[in-house]
T-cell receptor, first 116, second 111 residues
Framework: GESVGLHLPTLSVQEGDNSIINCAYS??????FIWYKQESGKGPQFIIDIRSNMDKRQGQRVTVLLNKTVKHLSLQIAATQPGDSAVYFCAENGNAGGTSYGKLTFGQGTILTVHP | KAGVTQTPRYLIKTRGQQVTLSCSPI?????VSWYQQTPGQGLQFLFE???????NKGNFPGRFSGRQFSNSRSEMNVSTLELGDSALYLCASSKTTGEAFFGQGTRLTVV
């Protein structure tokens, strides 16, 4: 049926808190996952990625956790700052074998609001 | 290193017209993908080009088409525009394996 609009999950945190954004994916054959941050009026910005042969990967202030058993992905942001306020998307590459990393399936997104 | 460049940034077209959007990928990236983003449907995959060949295609009508040139630059075309085509069109480039980087998008408004 037609959608009248996506109702995005929201997460509100205080500056300095840690944030956890969750994502469920559906394709058990997906072998590559990315988290993106999108600010108003801008394109999605790459944050961190993880391949299916890993269950955790850390970046600067961010950690991605992958649980293939339950098809769940999470993004942890440490010491969240007001500049982290944005919509966060998880994306998966559904091509088993990794023949094409250009085709991504995106989650609906989560709105993160950080209060000073 | 320059990022992904999309032109134009904003566009207003009338129903029934056609439009061409352009994308210049990051130097060295041979894969270019296009996505449509709307409040109702979120981010949806349109198609992907690699070495001038369409390698993947999403579930969009034939009015949506694209191509890639030998320098990896890509264009997408939408013919016979409908009001529902109003959206942010995003282009992403990637190497043969690895993360996809997005441009700022082209905001298309159909009136």
């Amino acid at each position: 049926g037609e959608s009248v609009g996506l109702h995005l999950p929201t997460l509100s945190v205080q500056e300095g808190d840690n944030s956890i954004i969750n994502c469920a994916y559906s394709n058990s054959a997906s072998d590559y996952f990315i988290w993106y941050k999108q600010e108003s009026g801008k394109g999605p910005q790459f944050i961190i990625d993880i391949r299916s042969n890993m269950d955790k990967r850390q970046g600067q202030r961010v950690t991605v956790l992958l649980n293939k058993t339950v098809k769940h992905l999470s993004l942890q942001i440490a010491a969240t700052q007001p500049g982290d306020s944005a919509v966060y998307f998880c994306a998966e590459n559904g091509n088993a074998g990794g023949t094409s990393y250009g085709k991504l399936t995106f989650g609906q997104g989560t709105i993160l609001t950080v209060h000073p | 290193k320059a990022g992904v460049t999309q032109t134009p940034r904003y566009l207003i077209k009338t129903r029934g017209q056609q439009v061409t959007l352009s994308c210049s990928p990051i130097s060295g990236h041979r894969s270019v993908s296009w996505y449509q983003q709307t409040p109702g449907q979120g981010l949806q995959f349109l198609f992907e080009y690699f070495s001038e060949t369409q390698r993947n295609k999403g579930n969009f009508p034939g009015r949506f088409s694209g191509r890639q040139f030998s320098n990896s630059r890509s264009e997408m075309n939408v013919s016979t525009l409908e009001l529902g085509d109003s959206a942010l069109y995003l282009c992403a480039s990637s190497k043969t394996t690895g993360e996809a980087f997005f441009g700022q998008g082209t905001r298309l408004t159909v009136v």
